[in-house]
């Protein structure tokens, strides 16, 4: 597992690809890259050789304000590699929506596990992995080809039955808000 420096001299994903390089054949890289790794416009070239030499497992979509950079928050996400076997578009890559753990920040500590639910919704997130298991709105398969989003948010069906009327009213609340604040420059 590696979690590479971000904007260096060479990209995260070239980090990756040096990596899975000198592995064994059939082994498995688990990595931590910014989520702007798994976007199909970016990084196109060394995608594409990702995909000839290595199969893309599973990638999940993790927490925001894990890392921070210079008082910036930088989301990432996980992707799970096997080395020396092409990528098969054909075959489905595992992908977790695993952005809700329940952690809270806390003053000096950082994000911490208040409310004792961490256990739970770990065990939760590796089950689904290991079963690779389709559930909604945090856990999808998806064939994908090297130029395709990476992400589980491309392919997810949003759960608009689970949207009441105060969801509706603190959007419409929000907006106009936001309408009232811009006119004041």
């Given at each position: 597992?590696?979690?590479?420096?971000?904007?260096?001299?060479?990209?995260?994903?070239?980090?990756?690809?040096?990596?899975?390089?000198?592995?064994?054949?059939?082994?498995?890289?688990v990595?931590?890259?910014?989520?702007?790794?798994?976007i199909?416009?970016?990084?196109?070239?060394?995608?594409?050789?990702?995909?000839?030499?290595?199969?893309?497992?599973?990638?999940?979509?993790?927490?925001?304000?894990?890392?921070?950079?210079?008082?910036?928050?930088?989301?990432?996400?996980?992707?799970?590699?096997?080395?020396?076997?092409?990528?098969?578009?054909?075959?489905?890559?595992?992908?977790?929506?695993?952005?809700?753990?329940?952690?809270?920040?806390?003053?000096?500590?950082?994000?911490?596990?208040?409310?004792?639910?961490w256990?739970?919704?770990?065990?939760?997130?590796?089950?689904?992995?290991?079963?690779?298991?389709?559930?909604?709105?945090?856990?999808?398969?998806?064939?994908?080809?090297?130029?395709?989003?990476?992400?589980?948010?491309?392919?997810?069906?949003?759960g608009?039955?689970?949207?009441?009327?105060?969801?509706?009213?603190?959007?419409?609340?929000?907006?106009?808000?936001?309408?009232?604040?811009?006119?004041?420059?």
């Open positions: 597992m590696i979690n590479p420096p971000y904007s260096q001299d060479i990209t995260e994903l070239e980090f990756v690809e040096n990596m899975l390089d000198i592995w064994a054949v059939g082994g498995t890289g990595v931590v890259v910014p989520m702007s790794c798994a199909g416009t970016k990084f196109k070239e060394t995608r594409q050789r990702l995909f000839k030499k290595h199969t893309l497992r599973a990638v999940f979509s993790m927490p925001d304000d894990m890392f921070y950079s210079n008082n910036a928050s930088i989301n990432v996400c996980v992707m799970v590699w096997e080395a020396h076997k092409p990528h098969d578009t054909e075959k489905t890559t595992f992908f977790g929506y695993y952005k809700n753990d329940d952690f809270v920040k806390a003053k000096k500590l950082g994000r911490i596990d208040k409310f004792n639910k256990r739970s919704i770990e065990d939760e997130w590796i089950r689904l992995y290991r079963e690779r298991e389709t559930k909604e709105e945090m856990s999808i398969k998806k064939s994908v080809r090297w130029d395709d989003e990476w992400l589980c948010e491309a392919y997810m069906e949003t608009y039955s689970k949207l009441t009327q105060d969801d509706f009213q603190e959007t419409v609340n929000n907006y106009l808000a936001y309408l009232v604040k811009s006119a004041d420059k």
